[in-house]
Every structure is written in structure tokens, then in C-alpha cells.
């Protein structure tokens, strides 16, 4: 019997002889399914055409940038996510909606398996795997790239061979990835991790401003929701952002990651509006937490970013994360003030009508409200066990 197969589909060169192989190899019926995450592609009636033409019984194209914004970015920007501290996560931030899309595809057309492109050296099986499992346990994950051993030369020749429309070249040396969140290029000279990365690779953070702006950013419950005080969703805020940001030539990261199958990686990436709003959201929150909070908060990001990474979007401490992180933005609303000038982009004012910054408490003049008297039997008790230690034991060692 045929078997039904939903394959993400990205109209490249892999996923387009992946529709072939697992047709003639497998004898399966290919449902090519391409999300529409705010990648720059081809346009996406060109690209159902080319899952036609590469033998796919059907081609759907999903447009889930709203939803991609909504319900991935903003999560993760609440969450301040940077996998190692530096990356905000793109590529691992639309795998898990890509999944969701392809097991409702399976469902809906009645397909016993999903499919991907991935290699089997990258996070995004990984991702593509473990999120289908947690949402459909029944599926058969088929992973063709992991199965046929050919190289991306001999991809080329069966794209010709089988007549399935390509615009694979020689130029196209990198591996890139992109959406709303940002843009990742890896391999060709920048696998020697020395090498400087050619400019050409460079697209959303092209310097194109040599002046100086200020731009305004409007939070409200940690979400972001205008700029310069126009209000704006979350798609428009990131698009917008991405634009404005880029122009200035900031955003760009270049550095050596450590991937979930145990490989160090070369990674380059330009994030403009995802790292600028991660900036501004998180200065804002300097006003808007209470200490422990913030720094409690502080402490589950890197795990909240590892755990994205690692493809456990859909998994029990993700969720409770989640609400952990929902329940922590109820008062970061206010506005953050960046300052951006060629290769640069940084905070110069933050505001909240929920501010915990009081300004009689800080100030030194005379508007001073602090009650100095205070502190000074604060301060003895907050010292007194490290007197009585310096009086029985430390202050002998330091005589000694
Ligand atoms: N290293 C990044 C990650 O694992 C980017 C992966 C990009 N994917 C790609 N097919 N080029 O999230």
C-alpha cells in the first residue's frame, strides 16, 4: 500500500529531490508542505510548482508568520532566550511550528508519516523529531537526507536526471536559515572557525544609515507593541525593527556552538530586531521586577534557551517555564529608548508607569527621602556574623 507522506518543505535543492526519492524509493505519496516563517524565499507559488514538478501529489503553502510571531517569538523574547548567552534561537524557534503545521497536515490528509530535509548532523532533526513525538506519538518520522549517502554534488546530477526544478549552484555555498527572528549562515570558508566571514554573507545587517536615530520601543506585559508610539503587532514590530536595525549594520553574531549531537559549529547570524528587542525587554525589566524576581528569572533563561534549542519546545519543564515567565511580565510595560549609529545599538532610557525606581529613594539631593538612620543597624546585624567570625577564627588565620 502507498504510504502517505507530509514533508517540510523549503523548496531547496534537498527537500525538492527528497519529494523524488521517497516516491520512487519508498513508493510513497508526497504531500510537500512549505511554512511561510518570514523566510526570504522564492515566491511561494513558485515553489508549489516546484514540488509538483519534483512529483509531489500535493503542495501547501501555510502562512504562519502571525502565528510564528505571536506565539514563538514573543514567548521567547519574554524569556530573554539566547542559547549560550549570545543566539536568540531562530532556527530552533520556527522547527516546533513548522511540526505543528505538519502533523495537522498529517491528520487532515490522513498520513501515517512526516518527513524532513535535515542531515543527521544538525539540531534540526533533532527538533523536527522530538516535537513530532510529543505531538503525535503515532507518526513515523522519515528523515530521507539521513538515508540515501549522496553528496550535494550528486544531488544536483538526480535533480537533472529526474527533471525536478532546481536553482542549486556553485555559489551556493552556505547553509542558511532565516525567519522573522533572524538569519543563520554556516559552512564554506567560515568551517575554518579563523576565518573572517566574507561580507557577501551579510544580508538584513548591510550597513545602508550613517546617520544617528533614536528609536522608542512600547512594551506592555512584556510584549512589545509600538514604535516611536505607534502602535504596532508583533509581526509589524519585528519586521519594522529588523529594517530599522539592520540599516545601522548591528545584529550580527559570529560564534562556535555547541550543537545537541556533541558537535562544536561555526555559526554566523544577523538578528536585528530579535536582539534589539531582547535588549530593550530586558533593561525594561531592570525597572519593572522586583530583585529576586529578576534575578531568579535571570537564572532559568539559559535553561529555557537550552531547552528550545535542544527541540523540547512541547515538553513539561518548557511549559512550566512558560507560565513562570507569564507570570513575571505583568508589569513590564513602559517604553526603552535605543540609540543606534553605524555598528551600534544601545539603551540610553527606560520608563515605566510600574517603575520601581524611586527617585527619593536614589537621589542625593535634596529631595532625598531615605531614612539614613537606618542603615546603621542594618548594616551592623548584616555584618555581625562575619565580626564573630573575624573575631574567633578568621582574624587568628590572618595574624598566622
Ligand atoms: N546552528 C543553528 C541552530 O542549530 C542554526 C541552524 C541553521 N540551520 C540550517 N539548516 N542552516 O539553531
Redesign the pocket.
Same mark, same amino acid.
Given at each position: 500500500m502507498t504510504k502517505r507522506v507530509v514533508l517540510a518543505y523549503s523548496g531547496g535543492l534537498d527537500t525538492s529531490v527528497a519529494v523524488r526519492w521517497m516516491t520512487d524509493e519508498m513508493g510513497a505519496e508526497v504531500i510537500a508542505l512549505a511554512v511561510d516563517v518570514g523566510q526570504s524565499s522564492d515566491d511561494w507559488e513558485v515553489v508549489r510548482e516546484r514540488a509538483k514538478a519534483a512529483g509531489a501529489v500535493d503542495a501547501i503553502v501555510v502562512d504562519a508568520r502571525e502565528e510564528f510571531a505571536e506565539d514563538f517569538c514573543a514567548p521567547a523574547l519574554k524569556a530573554n532566550a539566547l542559547y549560550e548567552g549570545r543566539y536568540p534561537?531562530?532556527? =530552533?524557534l520556527s522547527r516546533p511550528l513548522i511540526v505543528k503545521h505538519l502533523v495537522e497536515t498529517a491528520r487532515y490528509h490522513g498520513a501515517e508519516a512526516v518527513a524532513h530535509g535535515c542531515t543527521g548532523k544538525?539540531? $534540526?532533526q533533532v527538533r523536527f523529531e522530538v516535537s513530532t513525538r510529543a505531538l503525535d506519538p503515532d507518526l513515523e518520522v522519515i528523515a530521507p537526507v539521513r538515508h540515501w549517502g549522496m553528496t550535494r554534488e550528486d544531488c544536483i546530477h538526480y535533480a537533472y536526471d529526474h527533471d525536478i526544478p532546481i536553482t542549486a549552484t556553485k555559489e551556493k555555498v552556505y547553509?542558511? $536559515?532565516d525567519n522573522l527572528w533572524g538569519r =543563520?549562515i %554556516?559552512c564554506g570558508e567560515m568551517e575554518d572557525p579563523w576565518n573572517v566571514p566574507p561580507p557577501g554573507v551579510w544580508l538584513l545587517t548591510k550597513l545602508r544609515s550613517t546617520d544617528e536615530r533614536d528609536v522608542v520601543i512600547g512594551f506592555d506585559g512584556g510584549r512589545p507593541v509600538s514604535i516611536d508610539g505607534e502602535p504596532l503587532g508583533m509581526l509589524e514590530v519585528i519586521d519594522r525593527l529588523n529594517d530599522i536595525v539592520g540599516s545601522f549594520g548591528w545584529g550580527r553574531l559570529d560564534m562556535v %556552538?555547541n550543537?545537541r549531537v556533541g558537535i562544536k559549529?561555526r %555559526?554566523t547570524y544577523e538578528c536585528p530586531a530579535s536582539l534589539a528587542l531582547i535588549l530593550a525587554h530586558k533593561d525594561l525589566e531592570s525597572i519593572c521586577l522586583e530583585r529576586d524576581l529578576d534575578r531568579e528569572k535571570a537564572r532559568i533563561e539559559p535553561r529555557y534557551a537550552e531547552l528550545v534549542?535542544d527541540g523540547l519546545w512541547f515538553s513539561p519543564l518548557k511549559q512550566a517555564f512558560d507560565a513562570f515567565v507569564e507570570s513575571s511580565q505583568e508589569f513590564v510595560t513602559g517604553d526603552v529608548r535605543l540609540h543606534l549609529s553605524p555598528g551600534s545599538c544601545s539603551v540610553t532610557g527606560r520608563r515605566s508607569p510600574h517603575s520601581l525606581y524611586d527617585y527619593g529613594l536614589a537621589t542625593y539631593d535634596a529631595a532625598d527621602s531615605f531614612r539614613h538612620q537606618d542603615s546603621a543597624g542594618f548594616v551592623r546585624l548584616w555584618g555581625l556574623g562575619i565580626e564573630t567570625w573575624a573575631q574567633r577564627q578568621g582574624a587568628k588565620r590572618i595574624k598566622d
Amino acid at each position: 500500500m502507498t504510504k502517505r507522506v507530509v514533508l517540510a518543505y523549503s523548496g531547496g535543492l534537498d527537500t525538492s529531490v527528497a519529494v523524488r526519492w521517497m516516491t520512487d524509493e519508498m513508493g510513497a505519496e508526497v504531500i510537500a508542505l512549505a511554512v511561510d516563517v518570514g523566510q526570504s524565499s522564492d515566491d511561494w507559488e513558485v515553489v508549489r510548482e516546484r514540488a509538483k514538478a519534483a512529483g509531489a501529489v500535493d503542495a501547501i503553502v501555510v502562512d504562519a508568520r502571525e502565528e510564528f510571531a505571536e506565539d514563538f517569538c514573543a514567548p521567547a523574547l519574554k524569556a530573554n532566550a539566547l542559547y549560550e548567552g549570545r543566539y536568540p534561537l531562530v532556527s =530552533a524557534l520556527s522547527r516546533p511550528l513548522i511540526v505543528k503545521h505538519l502533523v495537522e497536515t498529517a491528520r487532515y490528509h490522513g498520513a501515517e508519516a512526516v518527513a524532513h530535509g535535515c542531515t543527521g548532523k544538525g539540531n $534540526d532533526q533533532v527538533r523536527f523529531e522530538v516535537s513530532t513525538r510529543a505531538l503525535d506519538p503515532d507518526l513515523e518520522v522519515i528523515a530521507p537526507v539521513r538515508h540515501w549517502g549522496m553528496t550535494r554534488e550528486d544531488c544536483i546530477h538526480y535533480a537533472y536526471d529526474h527533471d525536478i526544478p532546481i536553482t542549486a549552484t556553485k555559489e551556493k555555498v552556505y547553509s542558511i $536559515d532565516d525567519n522573522l527572528w533572524g538569519r =543563520a549562515i %554556516e559552512c564554506g570558508e567560515m568551517e575554518d572557525p579563523w576565518n573572517v566571514p566574507p561580507p557577501g554573507v551579510w544580508l538584513l545587517t548591510k550597513l545602508r544609515s550613517t546617520d544617528e536615530r533614536d528609536v522608542v520601543i512600547g512594551f506592555d506585559g512584556g510584549r512589545p507593541v509600538s514604535i516611536d508610539g505607534e502602535p504596532l503587532g508583533m509581526l509589524e514590530v519585528i519586521d519594522r525593527l529588523n529594517d530599522i536595525v539592520g540599516s545601522f549594520g548591528w545584529g550580527r553574531l559570529d560564534m562556535v %556552538e555547541n550543537r545537541r549531537v556533541g558537535i562544536k559549529s561555526r %555559526e554566523t547570524y544577523e538578528c536585528p530586531a530579535s536582539l534589539a528587542l531582547i535588549l530593550a525587554h530586558k533593561d525594561l525589566e531592570s525597572i519593572c521586577l522586583e530583585r529576586d524576581l529578576d534575578r531568579e528569572k535571570a537564572r532559568i533563561e539559559p535553561r529555557y534557551a537550552e531547552l528550545v534549542y535542544d527541540g523540547l519546545w512541547f515538553s513539561p519543564l518548557k511549559q512550566a517555564f512558560d507560565a513562570f515567565v507569564e507570570s513575571s511580565q505583568e508589569f513590564v510595560t513602559g517604553d526603552v529608548r535605543l540609540h543606534l549609529s553605524p555598528g551600534s545599538c544601545s539603551v540610553t532610557g527606560r520608563r515605566s508607569p510600574h517603575s520601581l525606581y524611586d527617585y527619593g529613594l536614589a537621589t542625593y539631593d535634596a529631595a532625598d527621602s531615605f531614612r539614613h538612620q537606618d542603615s546603621a543597624g542594618f548594616v551592623r546585624l548584616w555584618g555581625l556574623g562575619i565580626e564573630t567570625w573575624a573575631q574567633r577564627q578568621g582574624a587568628k588565620r590572618i595574624k598566622d
